[in-house]
């Protein structure tokens, strides 16, 4: 189990990966090449073994479910402390990237700035899966409760075996009377990455490939 879960959630402090960001609510550290740097294999071992002490057999919550139980009570009492100072009755204009995806000139390949209403949910936002502990969050608070000000930034992760990682960034706070209320695209350049691309560097082969290829193989 990793050695996190051993903390005390309530004064738990997440780690930073790397690059400077906090994923996955900063539990597991990440390596040089941004994957989780723990031993599934040995987790899958320790839940076989267990199984019959905890939940269902036993009802005895797993320990790291535990642990995420409370962390996620903690959240839930910082959010609700926030104010808001009417950001939820905003319009504002977020810069969205895929992450560790450069051209040549070391500039984002897929990125676009996006209008939209501080005040919906996350989990409207972002319509992409989402673990069950963000899913209890992101369908009680909203866009505005993640920054405060024009340069925040903050980071969406989707699908946890791909990984696409994102960074937003909050470009522009519109004034209350300018509230638009739709979502509108402004500028942008690329497009997603399809289905079951296999995670990032699989995609970044599969654009080589593409890059070189004649029209007809393209199409």
Not at 33 to 53: C, E, P
Not at 72 to 86: F, G, H, N, R, T
Not at 163 to 173: N, V
């Amino acid at each position: 189990m990793p050695e996190t879960f051993f903390e005390d959630p309530r004064t738990f402090k997440p780690k930073l990966g790397l690059h400077g960001q906090i994923q996955t609510w900063g539990i597991f550290p990440y390596n040089e090449d941004n994957i989780w740097d723990f031993d599934g294999i040995q987790m899958m071992y320790r839940t076989m073994a267990h199984q019959f002490s905890y939940d269902n057999h036993s009802g005895t919550p797993w320990p790291e479910n535990q642990f995420m139980n409370v962390l996620k009570d903690c959240k839930c009492e910082q959010l609700s402390k926030i104010d808001l100072a009417d950001l939820d009755k905003k319009d504002i204009v977020i810069k969205i990237h895929l992450k560790f995806l450069q051209d040549a000139n070391g500039d984002p390949c897929i990125w676009h700035w996006v209008r939209l209403s501080a005040g919906y949910e996350i989990s409207t936002a972002t319509r992409s899966q989402i673990s069950e502990m963000a899913l209890y969050l992101a369908l009680r608070y909203m866009l505005a409760h993640l920054f405060s000000k024009v340069g925040n930034t903050f980071a969406h992760l989707y699908d946890y075996g791909d990984k696409w990682h994102h960074e937003i960034e909050i470009e522009k706070i519109f004034p209350v009377k300018e509230l638009y209320g739709h979502v509108q695209i402004l500028n942008g350049k690329g497009m997603c990455p399809g289905e079951n691309m296999r995670g990032l560097y699989q995609y970044q082969n599969f654009l080589k490939a593409y890059n070189t290829d004649s029209y007809t193989e393209q199409y």
